[in-house]
């Protein structure tokens, strides 16, 4: 059970736009800055947004994060069959004093 | 460019010890916080430990605390994390990441592409 709580899967057809949530606390999303990774098959995991909104260097505008309160969101709009992958999202934990991971979610392109 | 090539997986005992190494290039090794992070088949990433710039801060998850010693050896640009009395469940992919610098805590940014580690008998 991860601390961060995340949809296993989604799904949306190419051009779409698609929303994936991240659930925490006041311990971890409350209170600190989260970061979104995407993980593509195979590869080492690749940080897309940081401090909760900020784009990683040579990640595409398609991407964006936002937060609010305990919660967070990653959007990808304008889907491409490219963006298939697993996203996690991820947090300081204050009274873990631990880095803690949402359980990933599987996004599939129609 | 930034690189970090893990080595030091493969197939351990139940209650063996293991030593991952992680050696750095293309940046300054000694002015970044580093962590490992796993996988488990098939699972999601877990955060395992970190250590910052100097060596005088050290955090771990909880399921690897007493197990775990994680160290670095800045003038070789080298990571360590040396684990004992492995279990089945530490089986998984070990990345080796360097944060982004900055403020802290500092996301990932830049990730090896893994060393695998099989606890078995």
């Known amino acids: 059970q991860s601390v961060l709580t995340q949809s296993p899967s989604v799904s949306a057809a190419p051009r779409q736009r698609v929303t994936i949530s991240c659930s925490g606390t006041?311990?971890?999303?409350?209170?600190?800055?989260v970061n979104w990774y995407q993980q593509l098959p195979g590869k080492a995991p690749k940080l897309l947004i940081y401090?909760?909104?900020l784009l990683s260097s040579g990640v595409s505008v398609r991407f964006s994060g936002s937060k609010s309160g305990t919660s967070a969101s990653l959007a990808i709009s304008g889907l491409q069959s490219e963006d298939e992958a697993d996203y996690y999202c991820?947090?300081?934990?204050?009274?873990?004093?631990?880095?803690?991971f949402g359980g990933g979610t599987k996004l599939t392109v129609l | 460019e930034v690189q970090l090539v893990e080595s030091g997986g493969g197939l351990v005992q139940p209650g063996g010890s293991v030593r991952l190494s992680c050696e750095a290039s293309?940046?300054?090794?000694?002015?970044?916080?580093m962590s490992w992070v796993r996988q488990a088949p098939g699972k999601g990433l877990e955060w395992v430990a970190n250590?910052?710039?100097?060596?005088?801060?050290?955090y771990f998850v909880g399921s690897v605390k007493g197990r775990c010693t994680i160290s670095r050896d800045n003038a070789e640009k080298s990571l360590y994390l040396d684990m004992k009395n492995l279990r089945a469940e530490d089986t998984a992919v070990y990345y080796c990441?360097?944060?982004?610098?900055?403020?802290?805590?500092?996301?990932?940014?830049?990730w090896g592409q893994g060393t695998l580690v099989t606890v078995s008998s």
């Open positions: 006041s311990s971890n999303i409350g209170n600190n800055a």
């Open positions: 293309g940046f300054t090794f000694s002015t970044y916080w």
């Open positions: 990441t360097r944060d982004r610098g900055g403020a802290t805590p500092a996301p990932f940014e830049s």
């Open positions: 250590i910052k710039n100097d060596g005088s801060e050290k």
């Open positions: 401090y909760d909104d």
């Open positions: 991820a947090a300081w934990d204050a009274s873990l004093n631990a880095w803690v």
